[in-house]
């Protein structure tokens, strides 16, 4: 069963950076896409990135172009959300999600098969 663990949420300034973490268990010897979602109160869930298994491909949403960056480490199952320049419209809770795809290309479906709980961020001064 393939299970993802979000972390590294918290509380940061405008102008601050934050690094969320996504640690994934349960994979197969198969090709998975990973994406970052994330939901603020009262919105709906945005797609904001995804990454392919390969590394090689990768998807920002406009909101985020520029100041957020994907990045993976196959060998260590874990995925990364680097976000910096952050404002206060970023905050929400952040997911990652993962599903089986072609290794070169990546998606940001919101029928994804596994997702994580989220973790918290908070954009304030």
């Known amino acids: 069963q393939v299970q993802l663990v979000e972390s590294g949420g918290g509380s940061v300034q405008p102008g601050g950076s934050l690094r969320l973490s996504c640690a994934a268990s349960g994979l197969t010897q198969e090709y998975y896409s990973i994406g970052w979602f994330r939901q603020a109160p009262g919105k709906e869930r945005e797609a904001i990135a995804c990454i392919s298994d390969s590394d090689t491909h990768t998807y920002y949403a406009d909101s985020v172009k520029g100041r957020f960056t994907i990045s993976r480490d196959n060998a260590k199952n874990m995925v990364y959300l680097q976000m910096t320049r952050l404002k206060p419209e970023d905050t929400a809770t952040y997911y990652c999600a993962t599903d089986?795809?072609?290794?070169?290309?990546?998606?940001?479906?919101?029928?994804?098969?596994?997702?994580?709980?989220?973790t918290l961020v908070t954009v304030s001064a």
Do not use: I, P, S, T
């Not at 089986?100 to 994580?116: F, L």
């Open 100 to 118: 089986r795809y072609d290794e070169y290309d990546c998606k940001v479906d919101y029928g994804m098969d596994y997702w994580g709980k989220g």
